[in-house]
């Protein structure tokens, strides 16, 4: 699917929007609510959200999904020039297959003070021991992201 947009804001949120959607598609099945756009240019690649719970896989997260995706249908591991779009922010795995993969821009919505591996619990991308650097952009269509979070978790807290 291509889409031709020249402003990048508008790319950002646009792109964001559509991992929104497979947020909102973990959410009716049961995972927590993340969702994941890998784009080369304007052109999506893959598309997911957290399937852990389906799949019965502890490393099925939104982020390993759209990797594994756009992989097999460019035909190669290394995925330079593509952008990542996420919900939100990596975990440590997330962290290590971006890097392994060559991510060239990671784009996410909201931090993740638990589990995130970029900016807040901790910050692989910044060690420059690393053989790759990945460009990020954070808080695109934040409040969206955080508001999917906690009503997923409000809900889920009401369930017990």
Not at 18 to 47: F, N, S, Y
Not at 80 to 86: D, I, K, N, P, S
Request: aromatic share 4%; charged share 25%.
């Amino acid at each position: 699917m291509r889409l031709k947009i020249e402003d990048t804001v508008d790319r950002d949120e646009t792109f964001m929007t559509i991992a929104l959607e497979e947020a909102e598609a973990a959410i009716r099945k049961g995972e927590i609510p993340v969702g994941a756009v890998i784009v080369l240019d304007q052109d999506i690649l893959a598309r997911a959200h957290n399937s852990p719970i389906a799949l019965q896989d502890p490393s099925a997260h939104a982020e390993i999904l759209v990797l594994r995706e756009a992989a097999g249908r460019l035909g190669n591991y290394r995925l330079t020039g593509t952008t990542l779009y996420v919900t939100v922010e990596p975990c440590i795995m997330c962290v290590g297959a971006i890097v392994h993969a060559r991510i060239s821009r990671l784009v996410y919505g909201v931090t993740d003070p638990k589990n995130g591996g970029v900016a807040s619990l901790y910050r692989i991308l910044d060690d420059r021991r690393l053989n790759h650097t990945v460009e990020v952009k954070t808080g695109v269509l934040a409040s969206v992201c955080a508001e999917l979070l906690s009503r997923f978790f409000q809900e889920k807290r009401l369930k017990k």
